[in-house]
C-alpha cells in the first residue's frame, strides 16, 4: 500500500452539493420601484406611453431596459460576521449593482438573503464597493474604523457608512477605477490621449490618488520605486502605462501592471513619512526643465483646485444620462483635466459639434452647479442633471474634437502661469515597491498579459502566496512571500507557475480551487496539487468544437470514471458510486457519442460545464457553467472532528514541511474521496490512515483491524446514503454501543477464559483483540521501515502524548482521549517505553489491559534493553530521536501536583499554538502556588519548555500575545489579583473555568473567590465578568445615561411619575427624577415645596381685600398694583429654577425643547377673577419682560444634560417663529454654550444669528460660545469676540454701532475664552478697559459701571489666580495699576493704539483728569482678588484693608467695603476660619472698641459699614467652603443671618442702617449659606428662603427676589445631584454670577449684566453617589466609608455616610469604600487617580452594588434583624438543619440554584429512599449560598459522586481520583501554613476530610485483601486482567506511587522501616503514602499481620 501514498494525481475528492445561484440582488431590483420607472420617461415622449397601442410600447421599452440593466449588472460578495448573542454568526454579504441601483443584502446557512441596505443615485453607477476609513478618534493614535460602500458615479463618489452618515465627495477628473485599501479608497483617473500636450514638457500630471476620508481632500500618491536606471527617488505616481488591478488591507499592498513592458509589480502602501512629503513637494523642476521652470507640484495643485473650483467634473453634463451615452469617456471639458477648463471661453477655437456650442453660451451654469457643489455636497448632484440639459447630444463623434479645443500646446502653459501659485496639495499615501516580474524574453508582446484575477492564499504548512491568473497564458503565476523578523516588510522569494483556465482562493482551509484548461477542477493548496473536485450532478470537462478530433478523447481519459479508472482507484470507487450523469454516458455506446460530438451542435448547449469560477467566501465558491447559470458549492474542510483537527495541527507542528505537507495532502484525500466517511468514523480512518504512514500494516493489527470493519473501507456503502449531518443521530449512539471499545469496557471479567484456552478459530470477535497474539500460529507484526512516517515515529508519539495531557486538562474533551490513548499505547509498546505504557494503563486500566500485541519494529525480539533509551540496532537507527523524548513521560496532572506540595518541578514541555490549555494552567499554579511573581511576566522558560520544530508563525504566537500581559501587570496586587488579570488577559473567561476538570480547577477558584472579596475598582469588564461581581461588570461597561427622558445610568429608565393635572407638567420641573430624591430627602416633601415656590408658570393669587371707601375702579388699580409687586418675585423666579433643573432632561431630537410660560397674570379671590396688567389702568414699565424671558429660556436649557445627543439642525430646530419669543431662544441659546452643546452649532448659523442684530440674541450667543470654549484661546471665537469690542480693533477701523451690553457681553466672553492663560495682549486691553474714560457724542457715557465691572471681571478671569508671577507683564504694572482704579488719582496717559479715540472729553460727564473711583473701582477690585486668588499674597491683601480712620471711611461707599472685605479674605484663601471670631475680626479695630462719646461719629456711616464687612466676609467664608456643608461655616453663617433679620424688626436700627443695605446684606449671607450647603437642602435654608419668598412689599425689589430665588436654586442645585466646586475657574465664576449688586428692576443692567447671573452653572459639578442595585437596577441605600487625606486642618479621617450622598471634594479624598456586610464590598481607590470615580459621577454617579446572599435591602430591614443569617450565625450546623430548601430564593436570585433547590433538595415520592443524599445536597447548597461561592456547587457534587464511585467500585477510569488527589493536596498546603492560612482555602467546612476519610477506609480495605496484587505489580510482573486492576491503579493514583517496574531491587527487601525511608526519599513518595506501604514493602520478612494496624495510627 505503501507506494499508493504518494500518487496524488490519481485521487479525486467530492465537493459538497450543488445550489444554484442567482444575486439577491437582480431579484430585489426587479420590484424596486425606481429600477426603469426613470429610464422609462427618458425612453419615450409621455406622449408615445399613452398612445393607442400603449401596452406595446410599454412592453417594448421594458425590453430594452431590462437588456441593459443586464449588461450592466455586476456584484461581489465577502464573508460577514457579526456578534449576536456571545456568538459569532458568518453569514455571507452581497453588493450588487445595476444600472443606478445598489444593493446590499446578507444572507448565511440558517437564515436567507435580506436586503440590508438599498442606494439608488442619479447616474449610473461605474463602481460600487466595500471600503473601510479610518477615522482618528482623538488627538492619540487611536483610530476607529468606519465601514461604508462608496458607490462611484462619473462626477463623484457617494461614501454611505454603516452608521448612517452620508457623504458626496466630488470628483475633480475622470475616474478609471477605484480601490479599497487598508487607509481609504485609491482612485485610478482615467488617461486622456491628450495628457502629453497638457502637462509642462517632461512632467506628467499623476495617475493614481487617494483618499483617506469622503470629507478629505483628494491627494496624489507618492511612488517609490526600485531600480537601476530610475534610482530609487521619490516621486508622485505619474506614469500612464501603469494600471493597478488588485489591492488589499492585510497585508497592505496593491499589485499593478506595466502596460508597456507587460509586467506586474508589488508595491507596500503606506502613509508617506515627512521626507518624501517635503521631497515630493520641494522637488523643482529637472535641471533640463521647461523654460518657464514650473514648478510640477504648484502646477498640479493649482490646476486641481481650479478645476474644482470652475468645472465641475460632470459639470459639462453628467455622463451617462442621455440614453445615447456608451461608457465612453465625455470628449473635451468632460474630462477636467484638459486645460480648457481653466481658459476664458473665448481661447476655444469650437468645431462643428452643435453641444459645445450650447455649453459655449451657458457659462454660468457648469459654474453654479460648482458653486452648489462647493456649499452642500447633498445639493449637488441635482444640480447637475440640470445643466445636462442643454449639452445631451455633447459626445461629438469625431476624434478631432480633442485637438481643436486647445489653440496650441505653449499657450495653454503660458497662460497656466497666469494662475496664481496655491500651497500644494499634500500626498498621504507612499506606494513602495517590493517586486516585480523579470521580463520572459520569449514574452507574446502582442498578446496582453495583464492579469484578469490577483488573491492572497495560503497552504496547509502557513505559506502565503500571492496569485495571479494571466488568462491570456492560461497560468497562474503563485509568488511565494513571507513577513521580514521585524513583520515591517514582506520578502517575495520564489515564482511558481500553475496552468489554469481559473481559479479562486478559499480562505478557511487553506487551498485554492483551480479550473484547469481541460475544464477539470483541482483543489490545491498553496503550489501543492491535492486533488481533483468531483462536482456531483455535472458534466466533467467540455469538448470545445475548436478542438481537434484527436485530441478530442484527452479530455476523456484524465477523468477517472470507473469505466477507465485506473487499478489504484478501484478500492475507493466503484460502479455505484458515482450517481452522476458521468457513467450514463459512457456506456457501450461511448464511440457513437464521441462521432456525434461535432454535428450535433445542440447536444453541447445541453451539457453544460464550468467556464469561470467566481465570489469565493470561506469554503464556497461559484462556478460559472458554459449556458450561462450559475451554481454554488462548497469544498470540504479538511476535518471535522475535533480530536483529528488538534492531531493533525500537532503533526503539521512537528514534522518538517515536506513530510507533513504529504500527511495532510493523502489524509485531505482519503477522507473527502467521493461518498466519504460519516462523521463519526472520523477518528478510525485517521487512525488507520495515520498508522498506515507510519509503516503498520493496519489489516494485521487487530484492534485496527477491527476499526476497518466498523469503516468499511469501500464506499460503495456509504456513498448509497448522503453524507449524515455532523449534529449526531441516533445511530451514533448505537454506534458507539456496538464499538470495539464498549465491548471491551464491559466485556473485562470475561476475557480471562478466553484468553487461556488460546483458541485461534474463533471469527473476528470483540475479544479477538486478545487472543490473537497468544496465539502460536500468528508470525511476529513487523513495521515497515520504508513508509514515510517511520523515521519520525519517536517525535510524532511524543507530540500526540502531548496532546493528550492537553485533552486531560478539558472535560469536553476528555472523552477523546481515552481514543487517542489506543493509538499511543500501541506506539509505545513498539518504541518499548514502559513508563508511558504505565502511565495509560493508570489512567484507563480497563481500556488498555485489553491491547497486548506489539509489532516489531526490529527483527530482534524485545530483550530486556540496554540502559540506553533504544536497541541499538539498525532499523532504530534509521528513526530520528528527537532530544526532547524523555524517559519519564510528561504528566501534567503529576506536574500540577508536585507543584502544590512544593517539590521541585522541571519546565513541562508544550506544543506553542496547540496546548493552549495546558500553558495556561502551568503558569496559573508557577504564579498563584510557587508564588513566583514573574511567572507570567517573563520568558516562559522556566515552567515550560517549547517544544521547537518547523513553523516559525507558531512560536512567535504566544510571545506577542504575552507582552500584552505583561503591561497588565502595572496594579501589582496579591498573587490572587495578578492572576485573574493574567487569566482576563490571555482570554480566559468563565465558560472556560467551567470546563477545567473541578481539582485543576480549584486554586484558580480561590483565587477569583479573593477577588470577588476586594476587587479593585479599576478592572475591566473581562475581569470582573471572571470574578463574578456583576455590579463592577456593569459599572466597568462605560454607558452613559439611558436616552429615555431622565434616567440614572445605563439601563435605568427612572420615568418621572405621570402627573395627574395637565398643567402640572408645564412649569419645567417635572424632570428631576423621583427614585433618587425620594432616597436622599425620605422624609420629607421638601422636593415638592421647592417646585411650587420656584414655578412661574401659573397665574399668581393676588389677595386684595376691598375696604369699604375705595371704589371698584381704585379697587382695580389696587389689585394690579399689587400684581405688579408679585410680578417682581415671578419674573425673578427663573433664574432659580434654572439652577433646581440643572442638566436633569435628555431631550428627544425630533421634539422641540418645551419651555414653559412665564405667567404674569394673577387670580383674584374669592370668585377667581382674572387680574392682567396690560389693561391700560396702571403705568408698566415698557420691557419690562424682556430679561425674565431670557432668565426663562436660560432655566428652559440648562435642563439639557451633557451627555445627551444634541446637533446643529436640533438647536435652529428650536428658534421659535413668533418674534416675542427670541428673547427666550437668547436664553436657550446661551444655556446650551454652558452645557457645552453650543460647540456643535454650525459657524454659518451662528453668523447668521448675529447678523440680525438682535441684541439680546447676540448677548446670549456670545457668552455661551465662550463659555463651551472655556480656557481654550480658540481663535475663530476670539475673532468672533473682538468684532463686539472697538478696543480690540485696530484704530483705523470703521466704528462698528455695537450695543452696550453686547459689549459687556463680549469682554466677559474674552475673559472665558483666555481664562487662566495670562495672555498679556489681552490683559493689556482689558486693564485700559477697566477706566475706559466716556467718549464725545453720549459715548460709552451710560451704565458704564457694568462696562468696567466686566473688564475687571475679564481680567482677573483672564489672568485667574497668576499672582506675582505674570509672564511678561511686568512693565505694565497690573497690580499698581489696579489699586489706582480703586483708591482714585490721576488718570495716566491712555497708551497704546486707542490713543486717538479718547482725545476729546465727552460733552455729557465732567470727569477732569481723575479717575472716577464710583465707576472703577468694583471691577479693579475684584480683577486683583482673582488674579491674587488663594495666593496668600500678605502684601496686596494689606491694600484692601478697610480705612482705620473715620475720616477715611466717610470717602468711601459701604458697598465697596464689601468687595474689599471680600477680595481680601479669598486672597488670604487660608486664614478664612469657620467661625464668628474669624468673621468680626475684618472689622476694623474703631468700630470694634467703646466709643467715646464726645467723638463725632456718624453712626449710619459706622452700621452700614459694619454689615457691609460682615456682609463681605460671609461672602468670603461661602466661597472658601462651597459645596463643602462644613458644618462650622453654616452654623456660623446662620447666626449671623438670624442677627441681621433681628436688627430688621427693629424699626429704630433698621432706619439707621437703612432697609436696602440690611437686605443686601442678608441676601448675600443667605447666599453663602446655599453656596455651604449647595445641593444638600438642608431645611433651615429652606425655611429662610421660603419666608423670603412670602415677602413681597415694601422695599422687596426685583433683585432681591432673585438672590433668594439664586440661593434656592443653589441649595437644590441639579436636583440634588450638583454641587459646587472650589477650584479657581469655579470660584470665578461665582464671583460673576453672585456680584453683590442685584438688578433694582427687570431692565436694569446698569452696574451688572444680569446674564452673568447664570455663570454661576460653570462652578457646578456632580458629586452625588447613587448606590443602584445591580439585580433591580434601583437606587438603594448603602453604607459608604470616605477617608479624607490628611491636610493642616485636620489629620486622615474616616467618615461613614448612608449613601446616596453628597461626596466632598474630590482632590481632598483618599478613598472611597462601600462597606459590607449587605453588600459587596468595593474600594476607589483616589490617591492613584481620580478618573475612575470622576466618570462615575458624571454618569449620574452610578455606582452598582450588589446585595450578598441572604441579605436584605436597608429599606426593607433598616435594621438587620431579618436577615437569613441573623439566626444560624451562632450555631453553624443548627444552620443547616433549620434551612429549608424553599428559602433559597430568599438568599439568591440565581435561577440555577433555585431550579437545583427544587429538583434535588426537596423529597418527592421517587426519591424517598434517598434521603441521605437530600440532605448531603442540601447542606452541600446551604453551604455554597451562605459562604457566597455557589460556582462551588458542582464542585461539591463531583466530589461525592467520586468517592461514592469509588466505594462502590465501579469507576471505569482513574480521572476522578487525580481530582481528588489534587484538592487534597491544596488543602493541605493551606493547612500546613497555618491557621491564618486554613481560611483561605475555599473547602473550609467538614465536608472534605469526611470525604477524605472515605476514600483511604475505600481504598485501605482493599489493600488489606489485595496486599498481593500490589506486590506483583512492584515486582514488574504482568498486569492483572480483572476488577482489581481498577482499583489497583486508584490506588497508585491517589497515593501518588511512581512507577515502581524498574525500581523494585530497590525497595523489596528492606528489613526495617528507616532503611525503607532513606531509599524512598529519592522516589518522592510522600510520607504519607509511604506509611501505607510499610506492611505491604516490610511484609515478606515480617509477616503482614504484625504491621498491618501500624499505619493508621501513624497517620
Not at 354 to 371: D, T
Request: charged share 20%; with cysteine.
Amino acid at each position: 500500500m505503501s507506494e499508493v501514498v504518494y500518487e496524488e494525481t490519481a485521487t479525486m475528492i467530492a465537493a459538497g452539493e450543488l445550489q444554484s445561484f442567482v444575486p439577491f440582488g437582480r431579484e430585489h431590483c426587479r420590484n424596486h420601484p425606481n429600477a426603469f420607472n426613470l429610464q422609462l420617461r427618458e425612453l419615450q415622449p409621455a406622449s408615445e406611453l399613452w398612445s393607442s397601442d400603449g401596452a406595446a410600447g410599454l412592453v417594448g421599452s421594458l425590453q430594452e431596459v431590462s437588456l441593459q440593466e443586464r449588461e450592466r449588472e455586476c456584484w461581489q460578495l465577502r464573508k460577514g460576521c457579526m456578534r449576536v448573542r456571545e456568538e459569532d454568526v458568518e453569514f455571507e454579504e452581497e453588493l450588487y449593482t445595476a444600472g443606478t441601483v445598489v444593493v446590499w443584502s446578507q444572507g448565511s446557512r440558517t437564515q436567507a438573503s435580506n436586503v440590508y441596505k438599498a442606494f439608488t443615485v442619479d447616474s449610473p453607477v461605474q463602481q460600487a464597493l466595500w471600503c473601510n476609513f479610518a477615522v482618528p478618534k482623538n488627538k492619540k493614535e487611536e483610530e476607529e474604523v468606519e465601514q461604508t460602500v462608496c458607490i462611484v458615479q462619473s462626477s463623484c463618489v457617494n461614501v454611505h457608512t454603516v452608521t448612517g452618515k452620508d457623504f458626496i465627495s466630488p470628483l475633480p477628473f475622470q475616474v478609471s477605477n477605484v480601490w479599497a485599501t487598508k487607509f481609504g479608497l485609491l482612485l485610478e483617473r482615467k488617461n486622456a490621449a491628450t495628457d502629453a500636450q497638457l502637462g509642462a514638457p517632461g512632467e506628467p500630471l499623476p495617475t493614481v490618488f487617494s483618499m483617506l476620508h469622503p470629507v478629505d481632500e483628494i491627494a496624489p500618491v507618492v511612488c517609490k520605486p526600485t531600480g537601476l536606471f530610475e534610482g530609487s527617488r521619490v516621486q508622485y505616481a505619474s506614469d500612464a502605462n501603469m494600471k493597478i488591478v488588485f489591492s488589499c488591507c492585510q497585508p497592505s499592498v496593491v499589485v499593478s501592471y506595466d502596460t508597456v513592458q507587460g509586467i506586474h509589480s508589488v508595491w507596500a502602501l503606506r502613509k508617506v513619512t515627512p521626507d518624501e512629503r517635503s521631497t515630493v513637494l520641494r522637488c523643482t523642476a529637472d535641471p533640463v526643465g521647461t523654460p518657464l521652470g514650473l514648478m510640477a507640484s504648484g502646477f498640479l495643485t493649482s490646476h486641481l483646485r481650479n478645476i474644482s473650483r470652475l468645472d465641475s467634473p460632470g459639470g459639462s453634463g453628467a455622463t451617462g444620462l442621455g440614453p445615447s451615452t456608451g461608457t465612453s469617456c465625455a470628449v473635451g471639458t468632460s474630462s477636467p483635466l484638459h486645460y480648457s477648463a481653466l481658459h476664458s471661453h473665448q481661447s476655444r477655437v469650437i468645431t462643428s459639434s452643435p453641444g459645445l456650442h450650447s455649453r459655449v453660451h451657458s457659462p454660468s451654469i457648469s459654474n453654479m452647479a460648482a458653486l452648489s457643489r462647493a456649499h452642500s455636497p447633498g445639493m449637488a448632484a441635482p444640480s447637475f442633471s440640470g445643466a445636462s440639459r442643454f449639452n445631451t447630444s455633447f459626445h461629438s463623434p469625431s476624434p478631432r474634437g480633442h485637438h481643436g479645443l486647445l489653440s496650441s500646446p505653449n499657450s495653454t502653459v503660458n497662460e497656466t502661469v497666469l494662475v496664481p501659485e496655491m500651497e500644494p496639495i499634500v500626498p498621504d499615501l507612499c506606494m513602495e515597491q517590493l517586486w516585480s516580474e523579470t521580463v520572459t524574453a520569449g514574452c507574446h508582446r502582442e498578446m496582453s498579459s495583464q492579469a484578469s484575477k490577483v488573491f492572497l492564499t495560503s497552504d496547509l504548512c502557513e505559506n502565503r502566496y500571492l496569485c495571479f491568473l494571466v488568462e491570456s497564458h492560461q497560468q497562474l503565476r503563485c509568488v511565494k512571500f513571507i513577513e521580514s523578523n521585524d513583520t515591517s516588510q514582506l520578502i517575495f522569494t520564489s515564482v511558481t507557475t500553475i496552468p489554469a483556465k481559473d481559479a479562486e482562493p478559499l480562505q478557511n482551509i487553506d487551498a485554492m480551487l483551480v479550473l484547469e484548461a481541460c475544464g477539470s477542477l483541482v483543489l490545491y493548496t498553496g503550489i501543492t496539487r491535492v486533488s481533483k473536485v468531483f462536482v456531483h450532478g455535472l458534466l466533467s470537462p467540455p469538448f470545445s468544437l475548436t478542438n481537434h478530433l484527436p485530441h478530442l478523447s484527452t479530455p476523456m481519459d484524465s477523468v477517472s470514471t470507473p469505466a477507465n479508472a485506473g487499478s489504484r482507484h478501484l478500492q475507493r470507487l466503484d460502479e455505484a458510486a458515482m450517481p452522476s450523469p458521468v457513467s450514463e454516458l459512457r456506456g457501450p455506446n461511448i464511440k457513437h457519442h464521441e462521432a456525434s460530438f461535432l454535428e450535433d451542435y445542440t447536444f453541447q448547449q445541453t451539457t453544460p460545464y464550468i467556464h469561470a469560477l467566481r465570489d469565493p467566501v470561506c469554503n464556497r465558491v461559484t462556478l460559472e457553467l458554459s449556458s450561462g447559470s450559475m451554481m454554488r458549492i462548497s469544498i470540504p474542510e479538511i476535518a471535522t472532528s475535533e480530536l483529528v483537527r488538534k492531531c493533525l495541527q500537532a503533526i503539521r507542528f512537528i514534522l518538517p514541511k515536506e513530510a507533513a505537507m504529504k500527511v495532510l495532502v493523502k489524509w485531505y484525500n482519503i477522507y473527502n474521496a467521493p461518498g466519504g466517511p460519516s462523521a463519526h468514523a472520523e477518528w478510525n480512518l485517521f487512525v488507520t490512515c495515520f498508522m498506515t504512514l507510519m509503516g503498520y500494516n493496519t489489516e494485521r493489527l487487530t484492534w485496527t483491524r477491527n476499526l476497518h470493519f466498523e469503516v468499511p473501507l469501500s464506499p460503495v456503502i456509504a456513498a448509497k446514503k448522503a453524507r449524515p449531518s455532523d449534529g449526531g443521530s441516533d445511530e451514533d449512539w448505537d454506534y458507539l454501543l456496538g464499538s470495539h471499545y464498549h465491548h471491551q469496557m464491559n466485556s473485562q471479567p470475561v476475557c480471562g477464559p478466553v484468553d487461556s484456552s488460546g483458541s485461534n478459530n474463533t471469527v473476528i470477535t470483540d475479544t479477538d483483540g486478545l487472543s490473537s497474539v497468544s496465539s502460536p500460529s500468528c508470525p511476529p507484526l513487523k513495521l515497515d521501515s520504508s513508509a514515510p512516517l517511520f523515521p519520525h515515529i519517536p517525535s510524532l508519539f511524543y507530540v500526540l502524548h502531548l496532546l493528550y495531557q492537553e485533552l486531560q486538562l478539558d472535560e469536553l474533551q476528555r472523552a477523546r482521549a481515552s481514543l487517542l490513548v489506543c493509538l499511543l499505547q500501541q506506539l509505545a509498546r513498539d518504541l518499548q517505553l514502559e513508563e508511558y505504557m504505565d502511565l495509560y494503563w493508570r489512567d484507563y486500566p480497563s481500556l488498555i489491559s485489553g491491547f497486548n500485541e506489539s509489532c516489531l519494529i526490529d527483527q530482534v525480539l524485545c530483550f530486556p534493553h540496554p540502559p540506553s533509551f533504544y536497541p541499538s540496532t539498525a532499523l532504530f537507527g534509521q528513526m530520528q530521536r528527537p532530544s526532547f523524548l524523555r524517559a519519564d513521560p510528561p504528566c501534567v496532572l503529576s506536574w500540577l501536583s508536585s507543584c502544590l506540595r512544593g517539590e521541585e518541578i522541571l519546565p513541562f514541555p508544550y506544543l506553542p499554538g496547540i496546548c493552549q490549555r495546558t500553558r495556561l494552567l502551568v503558569l496559573s499554579y508557577a504564579l498563584y502556588i510557587t508564588e513566583d511573581e514573574n511567572a507570567t511576566s517573563t520568558d516562559v522558560s522556566k515552567y515550560l519548555a517549547k517544544l521547537s520544530a518547523g513553523q516559525k508563525s507558531c512560536a512567535s504566537e504566544p510571545q506577542c500575545r504575552r507582552q500584552s500581559s505583561g503591561k497588565v501587570r502595572g496594579c501589582s496586587g496579591s498573587l490572587a489579583e495578578q492572576l485573574v488579570v493574567w487569566l482576563t488577559s490571555e482570554g480566559f473567561t468563565l465558560k472556560d473555568l467551567e470546563s477545567v476538570p473541578f481539582g485543576v480547577a480549584l486554586p484558580i477558584r480561590e483565587a477569583i473567590y479573593h477577588c470577588r472579596e476586594q476587587p479593585c475598582s479599576d478592572w475591566s469588564e473581562e475581569v470582573c465578568l471572571l470574578i463574578g461581581r456583576q455590579d463592577l461588570t456593569k459599572q466597568a461597561h462605560k454607558m452613559t445615561l439611558g436616552k429615555s427622558k431622565a434616567s440614572v445610568g445605563s439601563g435605568l429608565s427612572l420615568e418621572p411619575p405621570a402627573t395627574t393635572e395637565a398643567d402640572e407638567e408645564e412649569d419645567g420641573m417635572s424632570d428631576i427624577i423621583q427614585e433618587v430624591t425620594g432616597l436622599i430627602w425620605s422624609q420629607d416633601l421638601r422636593v415638592q415645596e421647592v417646585r411650587r415656590l420656584l414655578q412661574s408658570s401659573r397665574p399668581v393669587r393676588v389677595s386684595v381685600v376691598q375696604l369699604p371707601e375705595v371704589s371698584d375702579h381704585e379697587y382695580i388699580e389696587e389689585k394690579e398694583n399689587k400684581l405688579l409687586q408679585l410680578c417682581q418675585r415671578t419674573m425673578a423666579l427663573p433664574v432659580g429654577r434654572g439652577l433646581f433643573t440643572l442638566f436633569s432632561y435628555h431631550p428627544v431630537p425630533t421634539e422641540p425643547l418645551p419651555v414653559p410660560k412665564l405667567n404674569l397674570t394673577g387670580r383674584a379671590p374669592p370668585r377667581n377673577t382674572m387680574v392682567d396688567l396690560n389693561s391700560g389702568n396702571i403705568d408698566v414699565p415698557p420691557n419690562m419682560t424682556s430679561w425674565p424671558s431670557f432668565h426663562n429660556g436660560v432655566a428652559a436649557g440648562l435642563k439639557i444634560a451633557p451627555a445627551s445627543q444634541v446637533d446643529s439642525a436640533w438647536i435652529a430646530y428650536n428658534k421659535p417663529k413668533s418674534p416675542e419669543l427670541a428673547n427666550e431662544y437668547a436664553g436657550f441659546l446661551m444655556a446650551l454654550g454652558l452645557n457645552g452643546h453650543l460647540t456643535k452649532l454650525a459657524t454659518l448659523n451662528i453668523h447668521d444669528y448675529l447678523t440680525k442684530g438682535h441684541e439680546m440674541t447676540s448677548i446670549g450667543l456670545l457668552l455661551g460660545v465662550s463659555s463651551a470654549k472655556l480656557g481654550t484661546m480658540d481663535m475663530s471665537i476670539t475673532r468672533l469676540l473682538s468684532i463686539h469690542i472697538p478696543a480690540l480693533l485696530p484704530p483705523t477701523s470703521t466704528e462698528l454701532d455695537v450695543p452696550h451690553n453686547v459689549q459687556v457681553a463680549a469682554v466677559i466672553g474674552i475673559g472665558l475664552v483666555y481664562q487662566g492663560t495670562g495672555h498679556r495682549h489681552n490683559a493689556e486691553v482689558l486693564l485700559s478697559e477697566i477706566g475706559r474714560p466716556p467718549g464725545p457724542e453720549m459715548e460709552y457715557c451710560t451704565d458704564r459701571e457694568s462696562y468696567s465691572l466686566a473688564a475687571g471681571l475679564a481680567l482677573g478671569m483672564v489672568c485667574l489666580g497668576h499672582g506675582s508671577n505674570l509672564i511678561g507683564m511686568t512693565d505694565l504694572n497690573v497690580p499698581e495699576q489696579l489699586y489706582q482704579y480703586m483708591v482714585g488719582g490721576h488718570r495716566r496717559a491712555q497708551a497704546g493704539a486707542n490713543r486717538e479715540r479718547h482725545k476729546s472729553p465727552s460733552y455729557q460727564i465732567k470727569e477732569g483728569d481723575t479717575i472716577n473711583v464710583d465707576v472703577t473701582c468694583p471691577g479693579a477690585t475684584l480683577a486683583l482678588a482673582m488674579i491674587y486668588l488663594k495666593t496668600n499674597n500678605r502684601s496686596i491683601a494689606d491694600w484692601l484693608k478697610p480705612p482705620d480712620t473715620w475720616f477715611l471711611l466717610d470717602f468711601i461707599k459701604p458697598e465697596f467695603l464689601l468687595l474689599r472685605t471680600l477680595a481680601r479674605c479669598i486672597i488670604m484663601w487660608d486664614e478664612i476660619l469657620p467661625n464668628t471670631e474669624w468673621v468680626k475680626s475684618n472689622i476694623p479695630q474703631i468700630m470694634r472698641g467703646t466709643f467715646d462719646p464726645s467723638e463725632d461719629i456718624n453712626m449710619e456711616t459706622m452700621a452700614q459699614a459694619q454689615d457691609y464687612i460682615t456682609a463681605g466676609a460671609c461672602m468670603a467664608l461661602g466661597l472658601r467652603f462651597a459645596g463643602s456643608a462644613n458644618s462650622d461655616a453654616f452654623d456660623c453663617l446662620y447666626e449671623f443671618a438670624r442677627n441681621f433679620m433681628k436688627i430688621m424688626s427693629f424699626a429704630g436700627t433698621a432706619a439707621v442702617t437703612g432697609y436696602y443695605n440690611l437686605q443686601t446684606g442678608l441676601s448675600m449671607i443667605l447666599l453663602a449659606m446655599s453656596m455651604v450647603m449647595a445641593g444638600t437642602g438642608n431645611l433651615k435654608v429652606l425655611q429662610l428662603c421660603r419666608f423670603f419668598h412670602k415677602r413681597t412689599g415694601g422695599e422687596m425689589n426685583y433683585g432681591f427676589h432673585m438672590a433668594h430665588h439664586m440661593a434656592l436654586g443653589l441649595l437644590f442645585l441639579g436636583g440634588g445631584r450638583y454641587t459646587l466646586s472650589t477650584s479657581n475657574s469655579a470660584i470665578a465664576a461665582l464671583l460673576c454670577a453672585l456680584y453683590p449688586h442685584f438688578p433694582a428692576h427687570s431692565t436694569d443692567n446698569r452696574y451688572h449684566l444680569q446674564a452673568l447671573r447664570h455663570l454661576a452653572v460653570l462652578a457646578a459639578e456632580p458629586r452625588l453617589l447613587v448606590p443602584v442595585d445591580v439585580d433591580s437596577l434601583k437606587p438603594c441605600y448603602a453604607l459608604i466609608e470616605v477617608t479624607y487625606k490628611e491636610t493642616k486642618w485636620y489629620d486622615e479621617t474616616t467618615v461613614q455616610l448612608m449613601a446616596p450622598t453628597m461626596l466632598p471634594e474630590l482632590h481632598l479624598l483618599k478613598r472611597v469604600k462601600v462597606k459590607g456586610p449587605r453588600y459587596w464590598e468595593l474600594s476607589v481607590d483616589l490617591s492613584k487617580e481620580t478618573q475612575h470615580l470622576k466618570s462615575i459621577l458624571s454618569r449620574d454617579g452610578v455606582l452598582y452594588v450588589k446585595l450578598r446572599a441572604g441579605q436584605l435591602p436597608y429599606k426593607d430591614d433598616p435594621q438587620g434583624w431579618k436577615s437569613l443569617l441573623a439566626s444560624a450565625v451562632n450555631h453553624r450546623n443548627s444552620g443547616v438543619r433549620a434551612f429549608k430548601p424553599e428559602a433559597i430564593s430568599t438568599f439568591t436570585s440565581e435561577p440555577a440554584l433555585v431550579s437545583f433547590a427544587e429538583f434535588f433538595c426537596k423529597t418527592s415520592e421517587g426519591m424517598k429512599h434517598r434521603e441521605d443524599t437530600l440532605v448531603l445536597f442540601s447542606a452541600m447548597l446551604y453551604e455554597c449560598v451562605t459562604q457566597e461561592f455557589p460556582e462551588m456547587l458542582p464542585t461539591y457534587i463531583a466530589i461525592e459522586q467520586a468517592v461514592s464511585a469509588l466505594r462502590r467500585g465501579d469507576l471505569l477510569q482513574t480521572f476522578p481520583l487525580w481530582q481528588m488527589r489534587l484538592v487534597v493536596e491544596l488543602w493541605d498546603s493551606r493547612v500546613l501554613r497555618g491557621p491564618a492560612y486554613s481560611d483561605d482555602a475555599l473547602l473550609t467546612s467538614e465536608f472534605l476530610p469526611v470525604m477524605k476519610n472515605m476514600v483511604d477506609v475505600a481504598l485501605d480495605s482493599w489493600l488489606k485483601d489485595n496486599s498481593s496484587v500490589l506486590r506483583s505489580y512492584m515486582r514488574g510482573e504482568a498486569l492483572p486482567k480483572d476488577a482489581q486492576s481498577m482499583v489497583l491503579a486508584c490506588f497508585l493514583v491517589y497515593r501518588s506511587i511512581p512507577c515502581l517496574r524498574n525500581t523494585h531491587t530497590q525497595l523489596e527487601g528492606c528489613s526495617s522501616f528507616g532503611d525503607l525511608l532513606s531509599r524512598s526519599t529519592q522516589l518522592g513518595i510522600p510520607l504519607r503514602d509511604l506509611l501505607r506501604l510499610v506492611p505491604v514493602l516490610l511484609g515478606s520478612a515480617s509477616g503482614p499481620q504484625t504491621l498491618h494496624g501500624f499505619p493508621q495510627q501513624a497517620f
